[in-house]
């Protein structure tokens, strides 16, 4: 079997909820339909219910993930969003994302988030820095974010990132990898050609409709 594609849009803190539902219209009816590509776009928390509702009324072959998730159950956690209010939103939550790390999340927290998720039938994506960032039990879809790639114009080569993939994958063989860091419509399918990496994980040039919808065009013109 061919391996899973998988092409996120992580639109980090961007799109209000008629830029969100602009772009959905635009992508949606763009993608196509094959078991193996799995299609997620990461709104904000503010726009994930209009877009879920959007995508399943399109009947689109997208996935919607959040951008974090609470360490916490339900209670008194003042603004955070517990796994269990999610789960009938999202299917993926991104987690331990350089930005938040930078912020002060630990790797504890990590991987009480990575708990949280698993508990509630939501997939742990857990960005990595490099080889050496632990991987928490029970996360099987991990992407190699290196920070001096995200957001700067300047990817990772494939060839680095493979070998990267390659080290995260011997922590488990069950572990997918992904790569993320200034990707664009121009370097995707470099780095899908790698034979350890199974899909990427776009910033800022998932924000622009069309762009995305030529990354997933060319991550699916490989499979
Ligand atoms: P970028 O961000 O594509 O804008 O570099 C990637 C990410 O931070 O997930």
Not at 31 to 57: D, G, S
Request: with cysteine; glycine share 6%.
């Amino acid at each position: 079997m061919n391996k899973n594609i998988w092409v996120i849009a992580n639109w980090k803190s961007n799109k209000n909820i008629q830029e969100a539902l602009e772009w959905v219209s635009i992508v949606g009816p763009k993608i196509p339909r094959a078991e193996n590509l799995k299609v997620v776009v990461c709104p904000t928390f503010v726009a994930l219910e209009e877009v879920k509702k959007a995508v399943q009324v399109g009947n689109f072959p997208i996935l919607v993930g959040s951008q974090d998730l609470s360490p916490f159950e339900t209670g008194a956690h003042t603004g955070d969003e517990a796994a269990s209010l999610l789960k009938s939103l999202v299917n993926i939550a991104i987690l331990g994302h350089s930005e938040r790390r930078q912020q002060g999340e630990t790797d504890e927290q990590v991987a009480e988030k990575v708990v949280q998720a698993n508990n509630n039938q939501i997939t742990p994506l857990v960005c990595v820095q490099d080889k050496d960032t632990p991987v928490p039990a029970n996360c099987y879809l991990v992407a190699y974010e290196p920070v001096f790639a995200i957001g700067t114009g300047t990817p990772d080569t494939p060839q680095n990132a493979n070998e990267v993939a390659v080290a995260l994958k011997a922590k488990d063989v069950e572990i997918q990898v992904l790569y993320g860091g200034s990707v664009t419509s121009q370097n995707a399918k470099a780095f899908l050609q790698q034979d350890n990496i199974s899909g990427v994980l776009v910033g800022k040039a998932s924000l622009d409709a069309e762009e995305f919808v030529r990354i997933v065009d060319e991550c699916y013109a490989l499979q």
